[in-house]
């Protein structure tokens, strides 16, 4: 039975033009062990904390290759995005110091930061300066939430002018996090499974041209991203996962 499975999914993908795991390229810092912050501080997270764990990481002579700064450091209200730098009083001194921190004190020689597909879990803060930087790359839903456009090009450019913002701050892989909420989010605005495939086409075209393709996707098994992403090869398989 698995071998039929296994002919009976080549076959589709072959059909859709999909690639399957043998077609992808597995980035290569995901060879090495990393470190999240995500069970050390949840949404608490500042760069003083983080400073005082690579001392730990330090002290301890553990060889991380990666460090990523989960959700918490980003600037948000109410659950909305408000900009594409991180939250002033837990990061002062924005991404780039806590970046240069890290390198100066661990062995890590990536640092990524996590993103929401929806640019944070409710989207975007309307009159908000990132608001004002996408809002040509977003929709407002029947739901009352601006998230990303669900046309390939326009996502392209929602995810890849702040990637490419994150880039100078020293970020090179993003974790893409609450993908297959998008059934939610774009329910009676557009057609799931086209919009989904056109959102990941984007991401991962910008994670490409800005993060050499590093991309953990997150909370994204139902099978319109599985069969959604184009060319990205890794994904966080979880239980927080919707719906």
């Not at 080549?10 to 980035?27: F, S």
Request: charged share 25%; with cysteine; glycine share 8%.
């Amino acid at each position: 039975p698995y071998r039929c499975l296994e002919i009976l999914m080549k076959q589709a993908a072959a059909y859709h033009n999909i690639p399957t795991k043998e077609g992808r390229t597995y980035p290569e810092m995901f060879y090495h062990i990393g470190w999240c912050s995500w069970d050390a501080f949840y949404q608490d997270i500042t760069e003083e904390k983080v400073i005082a764990k690579m001392q730990e990481i330090h002290d301890k002579d553990i060889p991380f290759g990666w460090i990523l700064l989960d959700d918490g450091w980003s600037d948000v209200k109410n659950s909305r995005l408000r900009n594409m730098a991180a939250d002033p009083v837990k990061f002062p001194g924005n991404l780039k110091s806590t970046v240069e921190k890290i390198k100066d004190m661990t062995p890590a020689k990536h640092i990524g930061v996590w993103h929401a597909f929806s640019g944070y879990w409710s989207g975007l803060e309307k009159g908000s300066e990132i608001y004002e930087q996408l809002k040509d790359f977003a929709i407002e839903t029947v739901q009352g939430k601006i998230i990303p456009a669900p046309e390939k090009e326009k996502a392209y450019h929602y995810f890849g002018d702040w990637h490419k913002y994150l880039s100078k701050q020293g970020i090179d892989f993003v974790k893409v996090d609450s993908q297959s909420t998008a059934i939610t989010h774009y329910r009676n605005n557009a057609p799931i499974g086209a919009s989904v495939a056109q959102l990941h086409q984007g991401l991962d075209q910008a994670v490409i041209d800005y993060m050499n393709g590093n991309l953990i996707n997150c909370m994204g098994m139902g099978v319109e991203n599985v069969f959604g992403r184009p060319s990205s090869a890794l994904s966080r398989n979880s239980d927080d996962f919707f719906p």
